[in-house]
């Protein structure tokens, strides 16, 4: 029953919400769902009011929540389903966000094709909703090299630099992944609704938030850990000082993803906040799919034959090698301290080491990290 258990527990508590990792840590969803039915109480958790109020008529919000799937011709997948990205494990292990963390308990997809396999090689470009020409110019190019190299471009599907993003891909032929602040059912923007269907048709428009469900501010910004965590990397193209997809790039950056930005004309408010990044060092300045796939450490790049190496050591981004170099067996070692040893950046060591985790060459240990076990590849 993991799996009602989980869709349920989703429509009783809004996901993102950071009181559910430390439960469910402790408890299954079932057990949680019991405790906020009126059962026994959980050991010093004060279940909150707005849970209980919602689990009154939860049996019927099941029902309409499952009848509205049929109808969109949605489908519910959760951990342990064929298709889920184990990446999305990641966001247990990052601090809340804008009172926004953890894991998504599922996920509702539109259309057939496997998330995980899309997430393999992904890159998000996120950006201002009022771009001007050069920002789309920018943000359609970008997304057109990255898919013409196999990668899949993720975003939000909003206006602006989003929605051109989608574009780009799509224009190679490539598959992307629109991800809502909304129920997966609902056009939104009205107006893109003929860009999300042909999304759906090769890739995904995906959302944790239940079918019906309609966007609000904080749904958004619950929604971009998602896009974050989804892909190896996030590209921020125009942001201003405050915008909302500064939110993605933090994410990314507390997730260890690599962060980048595309500069805009320095006189221009509307890279303000990607001018920004750069100076502070939250991002990399790139300025084509080529400078994205470098700071990926030139994942998906092509290579000679001749220059092949034999390796899969050899394989590894330098930055990964070095990493890799600082870790041990039998010693917990952290990031930090791996980064002061190598002489390396704690950023660039943080990177490296989602990608040693996906690889199955590193293992966290407590606060830190160790080898794994089959990390002997020479």
């Known amino acids: 029953m993991t799996r009602h258990d989980r869709l349920a527990l989703s429509l009783v508590a809004e996901p993102g919400d950071p009181r559910l990792p430390d439960l469910l840590a402790v408890h299954e969803p079932g057990r949680v769902l019991e405790a906020v039915r009126g059962g026994s109480p959980l050991p010093g958790f004060r279940m909150p009011e707005a849970w209980a109020e919602r689990s009154h008529d939860l049996d019927r919000l099941v029902e309409i929540c499952r009848s509205r799937a049929t109808a969109a011709r949605l489908r519910w997948i959760c951990p342990g389903d064929r298709g889920w990205p184990d990446a999305l494990g990641d966001l247990e292990h990052v601090e809340p966000l ?15 094709a496997d998330l995980a396999e899309l997430g393999e090689q992904a890159v998000a470009i996120v950006g201002a909703r009022a771009c001007t020409t050069y920002g789309a110019e920018c943000a ?53 609704a003929g860009l999300l269907e042909h999304i759906a048709q090769d890739g995904l428009v995906i959302s944790e938030q239940a079918p ?32 909302g997809s500064l939110n993605t790039l933090n994410w990314a950056d507390q997730l260890g993803r690599v962060t980048m930005a595309v500069p805009g004309p320095v006189t221009s408010q ?27 450490g030139g994942l998906g790049a ?33 990031a930090a301290d791996i980064a002061a040893a190598a002489r390396i950046s704690e950023r ?8 040693l985790e996906r690889q199955e060459l590193a293992t966290r240990s407590g ?8 990390a002997d590849i020479g």
């Open 98 to 112: 804008h009172g926004t963390s953890g894991a998504p308990l599922g996920l509702w997809l539109r259309g057939a």
């Open 140 to 192: 359609s190019d970008l997304a057109a090299d990255l898919a013409d190299g196999r990668w899949t471009v993720i975003s939000g599907a909003a206006y602006g630099i989003d929605g051109c993003a989608h574009r780009g891909a799509l224009a190679m032929g490539r598959a992307t992944v629109a991800v809502l602040a909304c129920g997966a059912d609902i056009d939104y923007p009205r107006s893109h």
């Open 212 to 243: 019906g469900q309609t966007p609000i501010k904080r749904r958004f910004l619950s929604r971009n850990r998602i896009i974050a965590a989804l892909t190896q990397g996030t590209v921020v193209v125009e942001a201003a000082v405050r915008s």
């Open 270 to 296: 509307a890279s303000g906040g990607a001018h920004a990044a750069v100076r502070e060092g939250k991002a990399v300045l790139v300025t084509s799919g080529k400078d994205v796939l470098e700071e990926l």
């Open 302 to 334: 092509e290579e000679s034959a001749a220059a092949s190496p034999s390796t899969e050591f050899d394989l590894l981004p330098p930055a990964a090698r070095t990493t890799l170099d600082g870790l041990d067996w039998r010693a917990s070692r952290s």
């Open 348 to 355: 660039d060591v943080r990177s490296a080491l989602a990608l």
């Open 367 to 374: 606060a830190g990290w160790v080898l794994h076990r089959r």
